[in-house]
């Protein structure tokens, strides 16, 4: 019976914890002292010939947006991927994503991760940002802003 129990709450107890990709108030950013509580956090993992993003997040207005870089540095590989520079900027065109500029390497960042605040004033919508890696690529991922 006990373990019955444990297994129908586990799921619960685990829909609680934050996400990738979906905001959640239990994510708190201290590098972000002028956001409110919560936010998002995706994970950007690059290595030789290979870049992976999330290609759809849910952040809200006001609320802290944390990139967490995923290098891989293999054995051989021809550089540092944890030297690398980062580059995330909104797209022109639609809805405009100024608000989303940051930059740096996973060597040079605190916790390896690049922060940003979305405004308090960000429209609801869609907004479509790009995700470049020094010598090696670009993706173009989005992110959906709610209330």
């Known amino acids: 019976m006990r373990k019955l129990i444990l297994l129908l709450v586990t799921p619960l107890l685990l ?3 934050a996400t990738e ?3 959640s108030t239990s994510n708190k950013f ?15 993992h690059y290595e030789d010939s290979y870049l992976k993003i999330k290609p759809k ?12 870089l995923k290098p891989k540095n293999s054995v051989g590989a021809p550089v540092n991927y944890e030297e690398m520079e980062v580059t995330i900027e909104g797209k022109p ?23 940003i605040c979305i405004p308090d004033g960000t429209a609801e919508g869609t907004y479509h940002y ?4 020094e010598q090696l690529g670009q993706l173009d991922p989005r992110a ?4």
Request: glycine share 16%; proline share 2%; net charge positive.
């Open 15 to 17: 829909m609680a914890c």
């Open 21 to 23: 990709g979906k905001f």
């Open 30 to 44: 201290e590098t972000l002292a002028d956001c409110h509580d919560g936010g998002t956090y995706v994970k950007v």
């Open 57 to 68: 997040i849910n952040v809200k207005r006001g609320t802290g947006l944390e990139f967490r």
């Open 93 to 115: 065109g639609g809805l405009s994503a100024a608000w989303i500029n940051v930059s740096g390497s996973f060597k040079n960042s605190p916790g390896g991760s690049l922060f």
């Open 130 to 133: 790009s995700v470049s890696v």
């Open 144 to 147: 959906d802003v709610e209330r």
